[in-house]
């Protein structure tokens, strides 16, 4: 039972280049969530799903896409990266069920825009 | 609109007293209230939580109280180690029904430095 897992760990882009991380979750959960981390600004909602198919923008989703084409896989693009989108990358996922909305959290990705 | 805030950056305990960290909210919405644990290079993982039917929760080593009138709560560690030197978030969130969808609000963070 791995939980959340996210690939890649690290990347360096060049401004204008475009790529893809991956979240995948073997806990079977409904809801799944893709965070940034920025010094001093806490953990930023950027997109979510609630399941297969569906995705809904966050507080910060501009110069991002998505997509759930499976329950257990949560993409996030950047179809044209900016040095502003250097950050951590966290996803989550939770469960329908969950007492407190608690979520559990993939390693992160550090992505570094030039 | 920051809507959870925690205002110390940081804070410095000797080991074996008590880490008092806070947190206030502004949203009148947020039902449910989390704390969460994080190690630099790894992702946060889930700590404790509350609900706003109730002002105090605890498990072992950690406490947390909500204070619904000040929309304010705290995470009591005691004693502290220096294995729980951390950033910890706090984390709000609405009920699960309707359009909330587990989604949780997080303040900034509070870096702990438990010193040996």
């Known amino acids: 039972n791995a939980g959340v897992t996210q690939t890649p760990k690290f990347r360096v882009l060049k401004t204008g280049q475009s790529m893809t991380l991956l979240c995948a979750q073997d806990?079977?959960?409904?809801?799944m969530y893709w965070y940034r981390q920025d010094p001093g600004m806490g953990l930023r909602l950027i997109h979510y799903s609630v399941g297969e198919g569906t995705t809904a923008k966050g507080e910060v989703p501009d110069g991002y896409n998505v997509s759930r084409l499976k329950k257990q896989n949560f993409l996030l693009g950047l179809e044209s990266a900016a040095p502003s989108q250097t950050s951590v990358y966290f996803c989550a996922s939770s469960s329908i069920l969950a007492t407190y909305n608690e979520q559990f959290f993939g390693p992160g990705t550090r992505l570094t825009v030039l | 609109d920051q809507q959870v805030k925690q205002n110390s950056p940081s804070l410095s305990v000797q080991e074996g007293r008590i880490s008092i960290l806070n947190c206030d909210y502004t949203n009148s919405m947020f039902d449910y209230f989390l704390w969460y644990k994080k190690y630099p290079a790894e992702g946060p993982t889930f700590l404790i939580s509350?609900?706003?039917?109730?002002d105090k929760n605890e498990d072992g080593r950690f406490t947390v109280f909500l204070n619904k009138s000040a929309k304010h709560l705290s995470l009591h560690i005691v004693p502290s180690q220096p294995g729980d030197s951390a950033v910890y978030f706090c984390?709000?969130?609405?009920?699960?029904?309707?359009?909330?969808?587990?989604?949780?609000?997080f303040g900034q963070g509070t870096i702990l430095t438990v010193h040996p």
């Open positions: 509350i609900s706003s039917i109730k």
């Open positions: 984390a709000a969130s609405e009920d699960a029904g309707g359009t909330s969808y587990g989604k949780l609000t």
């Open positions: 806990m079977n959960h409904e809801y």
